[in-house]
């Protein structure tokens, strides 16, 4: 009888012993998942606002300079007042309309923390679907910011094999705010960016739990 209630206290504190350390398991698991969805929401929360603020500055973007002309070398030239605007480039287009889409995803997409947690059964379906809607902002993000950097470069520099002439020393305004514009939605697509590689890594944690 002693030894019977002796393995009976033993199989008990072993039993009490694994509880335990399941109760700090899963309450590690909840720590970390809600720490994940706090991050979630602020690189949400900074890829709105990056890509806000590129989408205003670019599609505000006007000019109007008086750039000197010459018609016919050794004559003086011919001063005409021209304006430059965000929407006679397409590539400028397609810029401001991709950070429009991208800000208004981010704001629609706030309530999708609630949708990943966990990452278990039909949530991790969810999961899947999150990730493969960051994932191509980020593409939309990365191509439009590729484009105007490009025309922005010919802008600047010109292009003498195919007689592109510079066009910044004339409209240095305009050019400085589109600079600024391409840098706001780069930092954007950053954030962007980590939103795909954290919601990534949460998925693969919470999976090798499954």
Known sequence: MPNSSSNIMKTMELSNGADITGFHEEKYRSDMMVKCRSYEMVLRMMGLVFTLVAAIVAGTNKDTESVPISLVDGLPPLHLTLTAKWNNMSSTVYFVVVNAVACAYAASSMAFPALTGGSRGKKWTSSVLVVALDLTMVALLFSANGAS??????????????????????????????????????????????????????????????
């Open 149 to 210: 950097a490009a025309v922005g470069l010919i802008a600047l520099n010109g292009n003498p094999h195919t007689q592109w002439h510079k066009v910044c020393y004339a409209f240095k305004r305009y050019c400085i705010q589109g600079g600024a514009a391409l840098a706001m939605s780069m930092l954007g697509s950053f954030f962007f960016l980590c939103l795909v590689l954290l919601i990534t890594l949460n998925l693969h944690r919470t999976t090798l739990n499954y």
